[in-house]
């Protein structure tokens, strides 16, 4: 944006419209996630933190692409969205998202970001020089495209918080998880937590 608009609200053309569910903003990037589960992202991209290498900065926000665990539905091109697919209920052929690619929640840091699926999925993108992206570092020091992470012990993610340079996790069993340079340690277990919380530096 340009200097003189900062400090005033503007008008995003390309999110108007769309059934916005919720938004996160980080250091210089931020994402929203829409009631069909779709994530967009748009801001400073060095990092790969809006889930792709190139380009370094995108002005107006775009679909990240979510890798899928399994292809259970046939997906034609004609679909409106990427990780869209058909699939058959009740009521005939539906056209929407899978759980395991629909995001019901992000978090942006300030060069990383969070998704969690509705399945449970924790997929993460950008900077991991402090272990933010809950990966080892010697493994990841950086993704420039949505990786997922697995839940230690096999469990199901439902939110994530992210600070400036790590991030929390809450699973269902109402366990908390903070993000380090060797991964994911679990901080908080069997207290039922029900929300999560971070910040700047601290949790």
């Known amino acids: 944006r340009d200097a003189s608009s900062w400090g005033s609200a503007q008008e995003l053309p390309s999110l108007v419209g769309l059934p916005?569910?919720?938004?996160?903003?980080?250091?210089?990037?931020?994402?929203?996630?829409?009631?069909?589960?779709?994530?967009l992202v748009w801001g400073k991209n060095e990092t790969g933190c809006c889930g792709r290498e190139y380009p370094k900065e995108l002005a107006v926000p775009v679909p990240v692409k979510i890798?899928?665990?399994n292809?259970?539905?046939?997906?034609?091109?004609n679909l409106p969205f990427t990780d869209w697919a058909i699939w058959n209920n009740k009521d005939g052929l539906v056209a929407k998202m899978s759980d395991?690619?629909?995001?019901?929640?992000?978090?942006?840091?300030?060069?990383?970001?969070?998704?969690v699926t509705r399945s449970g999925r924790l997929l993460v993108c950008g900077s991991n020089q402090r272990?933010?992206?809950?990966?080892?570092?010697?493994?990841?020091?950086?993704?420039?495209?949505?990786?997922?992470?697995?839940?230690?012990?096999?469990?199901?993610?439902?939110?994530?918080?992210?600070?400036?340079?790590?991030?929390?996790l809450l699973d269902n069993y109402g366990d908390v998880w903070l993000t380090s340079s060797n991964g994911l340690q679990l901080v908080v277990k069997g207290h039922s937590v029900l929300a999560i919380a971070a910040g700047g530096d601290d949790n």
């Open 20 to 39: 916005l569910m919720q938004l996160s903003a980080g250091g210089h990037h931020a994402a929203v996630v829409t009631a069909h589960g779709t994530a």
């Open 67 to 69: 890798p899928s665990e």
């Open 71 to 77: 292809q259970s539905a046939s997906s034609p091109a």
């Open 100 to 115: 395991d690619v629909a995001i019901q929640d992000v978090a942006c840091g300030a060069e990383h970001t969070i998704l």
């Open 131 to 168: 272990g933010q992206l809950g990966a080892d570092v010697s493994k990841v020091p950086t993704a420039t495209t949505v990786v997922p992470v697995h839940h230690p012990s096999g469990g199901r993610f439902v939110s994530a918080e992210a600070g400036n340079a790590h991030s929390l």
